[in-house]
């Protein structure tokens, strides 16, 4: 044990193997303990939980212990692009410094892998409306099928991420032929299932994990018997990923196209033997009536489900479009079940339609207590969903296999067939490593650790080695409209004009609704035309990324800056280091909508247990919400820039202190006078006074 922490230190020292490898590294105190932190869950076994700021450099602070260990490792990240990211450019580049000779591997989810058999359909033009883009998009994923290795849609840049091509060129788990596919073997997604379970190092993202969890085909149910460190990498996010995987899901966009395949199936395969015509058609109208049946939501409504009916909606013009809808996909599964040993695809469809007509009974009887049930209004289709408050128990028997209480302890699986490969019980401990910027506003990080049954964790905090202080301001105004009101969002849009108009651009507005975004964005685009020096993007008029490059490009681009107004997946995961960004504009605090079924529900049940909702639940989730907008701000040490709260409840309301305080520590800003000295000073591209 001594020998591997002592090998895990000697690595990040001035001369270590990384210094050596990148002439610019500098041994950074809290890099190094956070890696002799992971170094030691790895030798004695347990749970660790990072919060590291921005800059720690945690991806070399954990990979590196963990490529020393030994053992097999698997890290599971965000976002596919955190995974494309670490497998492409980390790991290699790690594995090479340390000279180690492992096999690498990355996994993921069945709809980012080509189909052959799919595509092959395609092809002949069976389900693919000859449409011409589409058939140019459907050459383009030809012409790169004949030449690509690992099947991964990553690659295919010259084909949108929204192309109506994609549906016909994958599978998915419903559609899946399975070991009858006469593509099987050299299918793209077995392939890379047969690689990560024979690799020494496999990376995942956190939708596949939990995925897989429940289904258990992806392969990483299978290897984790055999892993000895698991990475949760970015692990804020794993709550909300993880209660979508293991609650139900049920919407009239599934139901519509299994109708679809139903009729096309049975007209291929078993024609003349089922009134199958009507029998789709009556699936589709019962489909269509459910979603009337809903009424006049509002799009984006989430309408609570305590009861038999989700509230605000008529029982008996509910209770009559729900059943006629399973009676209705009864009737189709019933004519099917006649046919259905005549093709594997029969056999498939009529296992898919069981396994909707299952989900579709779930919401027929009143929900549980211990989960939250609710409605989701689309502007053309309904989702059903029921969802457990948190992941705690998941985690605790299903990933660290503790016994539920009465219960004996689960049997650990078998060890894998790689040497020294096991679980803790086969000779190995076993450790879970869970790391983010923003895990909690506490000691403790319970923000974190309590959703997901970890308060027994060892838990570790390490500072950004940003100095805050002389990079970045806050600014927060004395007097202001209050939030929600059309005046608050005017005066956001007033205020955002004349500081970027002083930065010439790189502004980024962040919104806590898409309201907000809305007249916000509309107010700035009114003040600049065509032919102004600044450019105003609003998501929502482009694809993210396209915002996002623009953005970066500021005046070198087209000779004019930029402010982009933007919302939801923006707060994160968004990096623009250096001048391109040097204003945030966070226009109201980020508490959760108390409205919404799962906020009621998580409230309801703290209140139940004489806890404050408030303190305990609402006051946590903005403040984290806010470090993340603000973490946009300061992206590398040499970055400078303000951060503008336009919400007077920070330094008018005692719970002020509090979300004040989980921000970095950046220099305050108190009047408007200072604020435009500070960035005039940016625009000078000079340092603040101390």
Known sequence: MGEFIAAVEAAFSADGVIAKAHPHFRPRSGQTEMAVAVAETIANGGVLVVEAGTGVGKTYSYLVPALLSG?????????KALQDQLFSRDLPSL?????LPLRMAQLKGRPSYLCQHRLGLARQGRGAPQDPQLLRSLAHVEEWARVTRSGDLAELSTVGEDSPVWPLVTSTRDNCLGSACPQFEPCHLNVARRAALAADVVVVNHHLFFADLEVRESGVAQLLPSVGVVVFDEAHQLNETGIQFAGTLVGTAQLQGYGRDFLAQTLEHARGMGDWMQLSADLERTVRDLRLAAGRSQVGERLRWRGAVPDGLDAAIWSTAFSALGQALHAALKALGQVEEMAAELRQLYARGEALLRRLALFGKNGSDEAVRWLDIGSRHLRMIESPLSIAR?????????APEGEAPQESGAAG????????????????????????????????????????ARVLRVDSPFDYAHQAAVYVPQEFPAPGTPAHSAEVAALVQRSAEVLGGRTLVLTTTTKAL?????????????????????????????LLERFRQGKEGTGRGCILVASATFWEGVDMPGDALQLVVIDKLPFPPPDDPLVEARSQQLEAVGRSAFRDYMLPEAAMALKQGAGRLIRRETDQGVLVIADTRLVAKPYGRRLLAALPPMRRLRTEVELDAALAALMAGTQPAD
């Open 71 to 79: 053992q097999r490792v698997l890290v599971s990240t965000a976002t």
């Open 95 to 99: 594995v090479g410094m340390l000279g």
């Open 394 to 402: 998941i985690v605790r028997t299903r990933l660290l296999q503790e």
């Open 417 to 456: 067939s790689r040497p020294g490969a096991g679980r803790p019980d086969a000779g190995r401990p076993h450790a879970w490593v869970f790391t983010s910027a923003t895990l909690g506003d506490d000691a403790e990080l319970s923000w974190f650790c309590e959703p997901c049954g970890l308060r027994e």
């Open 518 to 546: 809305q007249v916000i964005g509309a107010a700035l685009q009114a003040q600049y035309g065509l032919f102004s020096e600044i450019e105003v993007l609003v998501q929502g008029q482009a694809p993210k990324q396209v």
